[in-house]
């Protein structure tokens, strides 16, 4: 009895060694917007030609160009919060030529996948100042 025991006690030991105690950490969104983004054409409305968004979000700003491939525009950087649990995102008004600075912010409903390289940038509230829905494709080089 005392054999068959121990044989046991080794095999759940065995067992428990070569299984992970290492928790499975989902992908925060917060992580996941890090890097280089290019949009896919962006519809401005009033705007006959096709145009692009680049953006390089670190972990404090956003930096976007913005190109109809042959002139290219450098907008001033900008900050931005994430809220990882309604999987949000919230720019502070890109400053565009010829604009005045604003404190105003548009807010985006995310949709991404862990490990994936697309996100889909939904405005909150498209009708109050005209945003695009923005598709992003990680770019490994801007």
Do not use: H, R
Request: negative net charge; charged residues 20%.
């Amino acid at each position: 009895m005392k054999k068959t025991i121990l044989i046991l006690l080794a095999m759940f030991l065995s067992i428990g060694m070569f299984t992970s105690c290492e928790k499975d950490n989902p992908q925060l969104l917060s992580e996941f917007v890090i890097g280089k983004w290019q949009s896919q054409v962006v519809d401005l409305g009033d705007v006959q030609t096709d145009i692009y968004f680049m953006v390089a979000i670190t972990a404090d700003n956003y930096y976007l160009s913005m190109t109809d491939g042959e002139n290219s525009v450098d907008l001033p950087q900008a900050g931005y919060v994430v809220d990882d649990d309604a999987n949000t995102i919230t720019i502070d008004q890109p400053q565009f030529p010829d604009d005045d600075p604003s404190d105003e912010v548009v807010s985006f409903k995310v949709t991404w996948e862990e490990g994936g390289n697309t996100m889909t940038w939904l405005p909150i509230d498209p009708l109050e100042n005209d945003t695009p829905t923005l598709v992003w494709t990680l770019s490994t080089g801007m």
